[in-house]
DNA sequence: GTATCTGCAAAACATTTGCAATTCT
DNA sequence: AGAATTGCAAATGTTTTGCAGATAC
């Protein structure tokens, strides 16, 4: 199962042009294994008891790299927190102001009046408010 | 034309129910009269001049307890920048990439699928590109 | 053997906090 | 005087940077 994630991030490195190296392996297949948008201090908690010589600057260092690359978006929805996306499609967010968790949701913007002609290049949509599971 | 402001931002301010003190008087008046949703670092440096004795410190303390009070919305679009916007009704944002300006964009949400059932309690809109001055 | 990658420590920022000084009524 | 407001300095937390050591091809 793991290994398979391996396989799949040595070749999405590849395709992107990165060198695939142990830490960017193990840092996209921690990113592709996971939907809970992590930050850069998830990943490392999460990856630091199998990669005790693991250092936060590279994790800064190689989701930057990532998010240079087109492979990962960056989502800034609340303050003093970067949460990183690899699902670059168009959607949107939904973030739990109870739980903090953050949830992937479809929406579209339907107009907008753009008068003074700015050229649009991405959109951003999120949510904010209780969740499905802290609601209950 | 700054006497009125002043006197404007000190009936908001008690309306909010915050005491009009200078300081805060005048970060209001700032805020109202300016569309460029600035930062703590702005609203200080834009008012520095004119009061020697203003520390950031206010400024935040101004402005958290505004947001607090649903005068101000803060906006976070950018990593480590968090802007104020005096306009708290529902609109959408527009980040010029080159220039870094924030303007004000009418957009709406046209379909949520929301099949979890979050509870929406705020949408949040906004876009990224070059805008009308940068583009020519 | 040379490039790249990694990790430590320090630096750079933005924001918060504790507390003392000031201001206001 | 008493309460609220302000400002300084230190603390906090996150991200960046410089550089040296490790690793890979």
Same mark, same amino acid.
């Given at each position: 199962?793991?290994?398979?994630?391996?396989?799949?991030?040595?070749?999405?490195? *590849?395709?992107?042009?990165?060198?695939?190296?142990?830490? *960017?392996?193990?840092?996209?297949?921690?990113?592709? &294994?996971?939907? !809970?948008?992590?930050?850069?201090?998830?990943?490392?908690?999460?990856?630091?008891?199998?990669?005790?010589?693991?250092?936060?600057?590279?994790?800064?260092?190689?989701?930057?790299?990532?998010?240079?690359? &087109?492979?990962?978006?960056?989502?800034?929805?609340?303050? !003093?927190?970067? *949460?990183?996306?690899?699902?670059?499609?168009?959607?949107?967010?939904?973030? $739990?102001?109870? $739980? &903090?968790?953050?949830?992937?949701?479809?929406?579209?913007?339907?107009?907008?009046? !753009?008068?003074? &002609?700015?050229?649009?290049? !991405?959109?951003?949509?999120?949510?904010?408010?209780? $969740?499905?599971? $802290?609601?209950?």
């Amino acid at each position: 199962m793991i290994s398979i994630r391996i396989k799949q991030s040595e070749h999405k490195l *590849r395709e992107i042009g990165v060198s695939p190296s142990h830490s *960017r392996m193990k840092i996209v297949s921690y990113l592709i &294994g996971n939907k !809970n948008h992590p930050t850069v201090d998830e990943i490392y908690s999460a990856l630091k008891p199998s990669m005790p010589t693991l250092s936060k600057t590279t994790v800064y260092s190689t989701v930057k790299l990532l998010v240079d690359k &087109g492979f990962l978006l960056p989502l800034f929805i609340d303050e !003093n927190e970067v *949460r990183y996306d690899p699902d670059v499609s168009v959607h949107a967010h939904f973030k $739990c102001r109870k $739980c &903090g968790d953050l949830h992937d949701v479809q929406a579209s913007v339907q107009k907008i009046y !753009n008068k003074e &002609g700015h050229l649009i290049e !991405n959109t951003h949509i999120y949510f904010t408010g209780i $969740c499905f599971h $802290c609601k209950k």
